[in-house]
């Protein structure tokens, strides 16, 4: 049995779940989302809980049990609490700035690079080496999280570049001289 996968999904106070056609919509204080369920995995709610369960241990049905189960307590701590990544830009003369829905990263490269935020993603610049990324949805805000560092990735010998907050970057020692 998944470890995962049998666990319950509690659903706090004001959360909603609808279950409809291998559908699963949660309805929260952030927003909505949904996600639809493969056939062979079966949800069901009992008073607030979730439960995730499979018909057999055939592979197949043993690898979506506790991805389907994790997705949909994503999608319950996005409506209720949200998600956000954080970037920290490292270098001379890198800099970011928000204007309107559009970000704009000075990267060293010899035009400036503008970013729409993406529909249900929020984008803040409290200073301009710091990016916060926002939203409800796990897997957008990381993505556009990714691709924001995309731009200019942490280089190993000066460590200029865009960074998440946590991430270490490993430096390297350059070439020896006389």
Excluded: C, F
Excluded at 10 to 15: A, C, E, K
Excluded at 73 to 88: D, H, S
Excluded at 108 to 136: A, C, F, K, L, W
Excluded at 137 to 157: F, S, T
């Amino acid at each position: 049995m998944s470890r995962i996968g049998k666990l319950p999904i509690l659903l706090p106070d004001g959360v909603e779940a609808t279950i409809k056609d291998h559908v699963v919509e949660i309805k929260g204080p952030k927003g909505v989302l949904s996600q639809e369920i493969d056939p062979a995995i079966a949800v069901e709610q009992k008073e607030n809980e979730l439960l995730v369960t499979r018909p057999n241990d055939n592979k197949r049905n043993r690898s979506l049990h506790g991805l389907y189960r994790s997705l949909i307590q994503n999608m319950v701590t996005g409506v209720t609490e949200g998600y956000e990544k954080k970037l920290r830009i490292e270098g001379v003369g890198y800099r970011a700035s928000k204007e309107g829905k559009v970000l704009n990263l000075q990267l060293g490269y010899s035009h400036p690079i503008n970013m729409e935020d993406p529909e249900g993603i929020e984008v803040e610049v409290p200073s301009q080496t710091e990016i916060i990324v926002r939203g409800i949805n796990r897997q957008q805000v990381g993505n556009y999280a990714a691709k924001i560092r995309a731009w200019r990735e942490p280089e190993p010998y000066k460590g200029k570049g865009i960074r998440y907050a946590d991430e270490v970057v490993r430096r390297k020692e350059g070439k020896a001289g006389k």
